[in-house]
Nanobody, 115 residues
Framework: QVQLVESGGGLVQPGGSLRLSCAAS????????MGWYRQAPGKQRELVAD???????NYADSVKGRFTISRDNAKNTVYLQMNNLKPEDTAVYRC?????????WGQGTQVTVSS
């Protein structure tokens, strides 16, 4: 199972930007489908974006045009660039790694968008 460590969360004003990072352990990172999920208080967890080993990306409708997911296989890291943040983006963001029938999760990082 791969170990995942997120960083980059924090407090930002509406319209601001943050970049989340997720560092993974092991030598098979390039094979994983990497995803960012979020969960706000009282709401279900939702997929924000994911990226395949080949670089294909998928986004939730609510973040299209504002968020960008990318990966650096040389650094075993996946990123989530978040622009034009809105209060409704406030949540705990967690990194996920999927490979065949296995899945690993990071501990999460809090993102709060507030003036």
């Amino acid at each position: 199972q791969v170990q995942l460590v997120e960083s980059g969360g924090g407090l930002v004003q509406p319209g601001g930007s943050l970049r989340l990072s997720c560092a993974a352990s092991g030598s098979m990172f390039r094979l994983y489908v990497m995803g960012w999920y979020r969960q706000a208080p009282g709401k279900q967890r939702e997929l924000v974006a994911d990226i395949t080993s080949g670089g294909s990306t998928n986004y939730a409708d609510s973040v299209k045009g504002r968020f960008t997911i990318s990966r650096d296989n040389a650094k075993n890291t996946v990123y989530l660039q978040m622009n034009n943040l809105k209060p409704e983006d406030t949540a705990v963001y967690r990194c996920n790694a999927r490979l065949v029938n296995t899945a690993s999760w990071g501990q999460g990082t809090q993102v709060t968008v507030s003036s």
